[in-house]
């Protein structure tokens, strides 16, 4: 999608000063971020634009086009932690920024760039974090996505929304993933990829060992992707499907990032690696109960999203955990229809590299 100039985005392209983005840390969220990034970088083609990160999140940055660096820094989420705080603030005040957009709404997160004294503090109004911010905005309650409420603090003060906003992406060399299929001793052919894992109980579709027996039993490999916290179900997954299933799962993003950039097909819950996979360009199939798509979908757009079939009244909840009807948004997405749209989806892949 193309944007308005540099100009009519209210910017300067002698501008040379590097800009901050402080992102939610959430690993979709921090995917989302791009977008501020590409939108920046249209708007100041001429600042380097930097990204507050976590070290969980820091893989993500290097296959982030437009971002010169990520700044690691691990704040502990329970408490202000005001000695780290400083010492993050002499270090943001060492690199000299002019502006920083500060996407949560915490006071926390307006600490460490108020203490560096960066000239500009872009922010919406939240947590009376008066004198922490000094470019104040208002009306994010009415802005319907959150994409919408952090890619506006990108545009001038008042600035009219676009149709669309760019996509986030993911760049991914092509020699980076023969490597690490080598690595892996996974070969060269094609892989359906699993992520069976989510922020909450109630996103995590129900049937994922069923699907890759199924997958197996066609031939297909099938790789289980995800962190530490999905190893159980990953190696319930794998004792199902056989040895075509391969157990990735573990602490490294990076690992995910590169599995998702390999494998022909990725199949997600609403969750972080969705987002990783269709900024990739990997074709993706999304599995939503509990959420909206139209809110928590990536912005690339999926090959596939499946909800149930009749949505239930009490869709979507946004709940971690399900309160009513036994979890039926994800129980009644059966493995079977899964399956079809995922041959259905590899069959259009197979004929677009036939042509």
Same mark, same amino acid.
């Given at each position: 999608m193309k944007m308005d100039s540099?100009?009519?985005?209210?910017?300067?392209?002698?501008d040379s000063r590097p800009v901050l983005i402080v992102p939610y840390m959430w690993i979709g969220d921090f995917v989302r971020g791009h977008t501020v990034v590409r939108v920046l970088k249209q708007r100041w083609p001429n600042r380097p634009v930097d990204m507050l990160v976590t070290t969980l999140c820091a893989p993500l940055v290097d296959y982030m086009p437009g971002v010169r660096a990520g700044v690691v820094w691990d704040l502990p989420r329970s408490r202000l932690a005001l000695r780290q705080q400083w010492s993050l603030a002499r270090h943001l005040r060492a690199r000299g920024y002019g502006t920083v957009l500060i996407m949560?709404?915490?006071?926390?997160?307006?600490?460490?760039?108020?203490?560096?004294?960066?000239p500009e503090r872009v922010g919406?109004?939240?947590?009376?974090?008066?004198?922490?911010?000094?470019?104040?905005?208002?009306?994010?309650r009415a802005l319907p996505r959150m994409i919408d409420r952090k890619a506006s603090l990108a545009l001038p003060a008042n600035a009219e929304r676009p149709p669309e906003w760019p996509v986030p992406q993911l760049s991914v060399p092509a020699e980076d993933v023969i490597r690490w299929r080598q690595a892996q001793g996974l070969g060269s052919g094609p892989a359906v990829a699993l992520a069976p894992g989510a922020v909450g109980p109630s996103k995590?579709?129900?049937?994922? +060992? &069923?699907? =890759?027996?199924?997958?197996?039993? $066609?031939?297909? %490999?099938?790789w289980v992707?995800?962190?530490?916290?999905?190893?159980?179900?990953? +190696? &319930?997954? =794998?004792?199902?499907?056989?040895? $075509?299933?391969? %157990?990735?799962?573990?602490?490294d993003l990076r690992n995910g990032i590169l599995a998702m950039a390999a494998a022909t097909l990725a199949i997600s819950n609403d969750s972080g690696l969705l987002h990783v996979a269709a900024a990739i360009g990997t074709s993706t199939m999304g599995i939503f109960g509990p959420t909206s798509p139209y809110h928590w979908a990536p912005l690339n757009g999926l090959a596939a999203t499946i909800k149930t079939g009749?949505?239930?009244?009490?869709?979507?909840?946004?709940?971690?955990?399900?309160?009513?009807?036994?979890?039926?948004c994800m129980r009644d997405i059966a493995a079977a229809d899964v399956?079809?749209?995922?041959?259905?989806?590899l069959g259009e892949i197979d004929g677009r590299a036939a042509r």
């Amino acid at each position: 999608m193309k944007m308005d100039s540099p100009k009519e985005l209210g910017g300067d392209a002698d501008d040379s000063r590097p800009v901050l983005i402080v992102p939610y840390m959430w690993i979709g969220d921090f995917v989302r971020g791009h977008t501020v990034v590409r939108v920046l970088k249209q708007r100041w083609p001429n600042r380097p634009v930097d990204m507050l990160v976590t070290t969980l999140c820091a893989p993500l940055v290097d296959y982030m086009p437009g971002v010169r660096a990520g700044v690691v820094w691990d704040l502990p989420r329970s408490r202000l932690a005001l000695r780290q705080q400083w010492s993050l603030a002499r270090h943001l005040r060492a690199r000299g920024y002019g502006t920083v957009l500060i996407m949560p709404r915490t006071w926390k997160s307006a600490i460490a760039p108020a203490l560096a004294g960066i000239p500009e503090r872009v922010g919406f109004v939240g947590e009376a974090r008066f004198g922490l911010l000094n470019r104040w905005r208002w009306g994010e309650r009415a802005l319907p996505r959150m994409i919408d409420r952090k890619a506006s603090l990108a545009l001038p003060a008042n600035a009219e929304r676009p149709p669309e906003w760019p996509v986030p992406q993911l760049s991914v060399p092509a020699e980076d993933v023969i490597r690490w299929r080598q690595a892996q001793g996974l070969g060269s052919g094609p892989a359906v990829a699993l992520a069976p894992g989510a922020v909450g109980p109630s996103k995590r579709w129900t049937y994922y +060992a &069923e699907a =890759a027996r199924m997958l197996a039993g $066609r031939g297909i %490999d099938v790789w289980v992707v995800g962190g530490p916290n999905e190893k159980a179900i990953a +190696a &319930e997954i =794998a004792a199902a499907g056989g040895p $075509r299933v391969r %157990d990735l799962t573990g602490h490294d993003l990076r690992n995910g990032i590169l599995a998702m950039a390999a494998a022909t097909l990725a199949i997600s819950n609403d969750s972080g690696l969705l987002h990783v996979a269709a900024a990739i360009g990997t074709s993706t199939m999304g599995i939503f109960g509990p959420t909206s798509p139209y809110h928590w979908a990536p912005l690339n757009g999926l090959a596939a999203t499946i909800k149930t079939g009749t949505p239930l009244p009490c869709q979507p909840c946004h709940r971690p955990v399900c309160s009513k009807n036994d979890h039926r948004c994800m129980r009644d997405i059966a493995a079977a229809d899964v399956l079809a749209i995922a041959e259905q989806v590899l069959g259009e892949i197979d004929g677009r590299a036939a042509r």
